[in-house]
C-alpha cells in the first residue's frame, strides 16, 4: 500500500496523479451519470468509477483519460441497472425525474418535447451514440472508447442514428399533426 | 446537418452544465484499503499468440505439478498450505477511535497536510520489516498539520494502523513476543525535532500521550530535550502540567515535585506543544474548556494528591 501513495523514480506518484485526474475530471464523470441516473446515484458512480481508476492506474490513458472514465461509468450504470431490475430509457427517465437543480433548460419548447419523444424511440444504441457527442461534448473518436467499439464503427453507428433520430422527428409530424417549425431535414447517407 | 441533429438533441440535455466533482476526501481515505496498479499499462491481450501462451501456460505448470510431487515424495513433506488472506478492515474503520475524540483528523485534508518531506520519511521507515512490525502503517490521507511548536516546527499527527499479524511473523522468532498497539494510534512528529507517540485513544484521554523530543533520538540533552508535544482529545482549550517527581512509585503520595509551579499551555488542534526546561514529565494534569471551566483532573498517582485538593 505504502509504496503506492510515493513515486520511488522522481515522476509524479499514482497518488497525485489520481487525485490530478479525479480534479479534472470526476465532474464530468458525475454529470455523465446524473443525466442518465438520479443525484444520488450519480455521487455513488463517481466513487466507483475512480476506485477502478485507482485500481487500473496503469490502464489509465495518460493523455485523455475521460473516456475510458465514462466508460467506466457506463458499465457502472448499466450494472446498476440490471441490478436493480429497472431498465428504463433514459429519455424517460430524464422526463420523469427532472433534475431538481435549476440548471435544466430555461425554457421549453413544443420542438424540444418533440425531440426528446424523438430520441425516446430510439434504441439504446442510437439514443447513447448522438448523447455521447451531444450531450458529453465528445468526439466521435472519444465517444467510440467509451462504447468500446473501433472509432470507425462508432462513426457509422453514429450516422445511422442521427438518420433514424430524423426519421423519427419527421414521423412525428406527419401532416395531421400539428407542425412545430423544423430545421431542414438532414440528408440520409 | 449533422451540427443541427446535435444541437437539437443539445437543447434538451436535462444538465446543460457540468456539475462539480464530489469532495476527494471520503475517496481518499478508501483508498488506503486498494492497492494501486503499477504505472505500466496492462498488457493487451495477445490473440495471435494464444495458442503459444496456453501451451506454455500447460507445460510450465505440469513442470511445477511434476516438481512437486517429487519434492514431496522424495522429501516426506506435506504440500505447504496457501496462505489465507487476512480479513481487511478499512482504515476509516481502524480509525474511528481516533477519529472521534480528535477532530484534527476530521477535516478535510489539504495540501498542506502532506509534508513532502514527512512523506519521504514514512517511506523510508516503511521500508524496514522492524518499522512495519512494531508501529503499523502510516494512514497518509488521514496525516495533518495541526500546529506550529514554539520552536519553529510544524507538527504533524499521523494515524497508523495496528502491525498486522503477518508483519510481526516476518520478525525474527525471538522479537516475535514483543509487545506491539493492538490497536489504531496516533503519532506526533515535528519536522526535524522529532516524533513520538503511538497514542491510542486511551492514552489520550488518559492525559499520557506526551512526547519529549529527545526520546526519539535517544538524547538526554540539547534543545530537543527542552521540547514537548502532548495529544489531547477534542474539548480541551488549555492544560496545566506539573512536574511529575519521576517515580510515583517512590512517592505515591506525592506524583508532582514538591513546590513545583504548573505549566500553562494553550491547545491549538488537539496538541499543546510547549518548551520546559529540565521538566521530566507531568506528574499531574488539569484541562480546561474554551470557556475556562476543568473539564478533566488527572493524576498519574493519587487521584487526591495536591494541589488537586478539591477531590478529597
Known amino acids: 500500500m505504502f509504496a503506492a501513495l510515493l513515486d520511488i523514480d522522481g515522476v509524479m506518484d499514482p497518488r497525485s496523479r489520481f487525485e490530478q485526474v479525479y480534479r479534472a475530471h470526476a465532474g464530468a464523470v458525475r454529470t455523465y451519470a446524473a443525466r442518465r441516473s438520479d443525484a444520488q446515484t450519480a455521487d455513488e458512480v463517481v466513487g466507483d468509477v475512480f476506485l477502478v481508476a485507482w485500481r487500473r492506474l496503469g490502464d489509465l490513458p495518460e493523455d485523455d483519460p475521460l473516456p475510458w472514465l465514462l466508460g467506466v461509468a457506463r458499465r457502472t450504470l448499466a450494472n446498476r441497472r440490471r441490478g436493480a ?79 433514424r433520430f430524423r426519421q423519427a422527428l419527421d414521423d412525428q409530424h406527419s401532416p395531421d399533426a400539428q407542425r412545430p417549425s423544423l430545421p431542414t431535414t438532414e440528408p440520409s447517407r | 446537418m449533422t451540427g443541427e441533429t446535435i444541437e437539437l438533441i443539445r437543447r434538451v440535455n436535462p444538465l446543460p452544465i457540468e456539475l462539480p466533482a464530489p469532495p476527494i476526501e471520503p475517496l481518499l481515505q478508501r483508498l488506503d484499503d486498494v492497492p494501486a496498479a503499477s504505472r505500466t499499462p496492462a498488457a493487451r491481450p495477445r490473440r495471435r499468440a494464444l495458442g503459444l501462451d496456453v501451451v506454455g501456460v500447460l507445460v510450465a505448470g505440469a513442470i511445477a505439478a511434476a516438481t512437486a510431487v517429487v519434492a514431496i515424495v522424495a522429501l516426506g513433506h506435506e504440500p505447504r498450505r496457501q496462505a489465507v488472506a487476512p480479513s481487511r478492515v478499512l482504515p476509516a474503520a481502524q480509525t474511528q477511535g481516533l477519529t472521534a475524540i480528535l477532530g484534527v483528523l476530521r477535516r478535510p485534508q489539504t495540501a498542506a497536510d502532506r509534508n513532502p518531506s514527512l512523506i519521504a520519511q514514512l517511506q523510508r521507515e516503511q521500508r524496514s520489516k522492524y518499522n512495519l512490525a512494531f508501529e503499523g502503517r502510516p494512514v497518509l490521507s488521514m496525516m495533518r498539520l495541526a500546529t506550529v511548536a514554539p520552536w519553529g516546527a510544524p507538527v504533524f499527527l499521523v494515524p497508523f494502523l495496528a502491525p498486522t499479524k ?97 505549566i500553562i499551555v494553550a491547545v491549538h488542534h488537539n496538541i499543546a506543544a510547549f518548551i520546559a526546561h529540565g521538566f521530566d514529565g507531568p506528574g499531574q494534569e488539569i484541562w480546561y474548556g474554551p470557556d475556562g471551566t476543568v473539564v478533566k483532573r488527572i493524576t498519574n498517582a493519587d487521584p487526591c494528591a495536591p494541589p488537586l485538593t478539591s477531590c478529597a
Open chain 2, 166 to 262: 503477518q508483519a510481526k511473523a516476518r520478525l525474527p522468532r525471538k522479537l516475535r513476543s514483543v509487545t506491539v498497539p493492538t490497536q489504531a494510534n496516533v503519532w506526533t512528529f515535528s519536522i526535524n525535532g522529532g516524533s513520538g507517540g503511538q497514542g491510542i485513544p486511551a492514552d489520550i484521554e488518559g492525559g499520557r500521550d506526551i512526547t519529549n523530543m529527545a526520546w526519539v533520538h535517544g538524547a538526554t540533552r540539547g534543545p530537543a530535550a527542552n521540547r514537548w508535544v502532548m495529544v489531547v482529545p477534542d474539548g480541551v482549550a488549555k492544560v496545566a502540567l506539573w512536574e511529575t517527581t519521576g517515580s510515583a512509585s517512590a512517592h505515591p503520595r506525592h506524583p508532582i515535585k514538591p513546590g513545583s509551579e504548573p
Open chain 1, 85 to 163: 431490475a429497472r431498465q428504463q430509457a433514459v429519455v424517460a427517465r430524464v422526463n420523469a425525474e427532472r433534475i431538481d437543480s435549476g440548471w435544466g433548460p430555461p425554457e421549453r419548447t413544443e420542438l424540444d418535447d418533440a425531440v426528446t419523444a424523438a430520441l425516446g424511440r430510439l434504441g439504446e444504441r442510437d439514443r447513447e451514440a448522438l448523447l455521447l457527442v451531444a450531450w458529453e461534448g465528445l468526439t466521435p473518436a472519444q465517444a467510440s472508447v467509451v462504447v468500446g467499439l473501433r472509432p470507425n464503427t462508432f462513426s457509422t453507428r453514429l450516422s445511422r442514428a442521427r438518420r
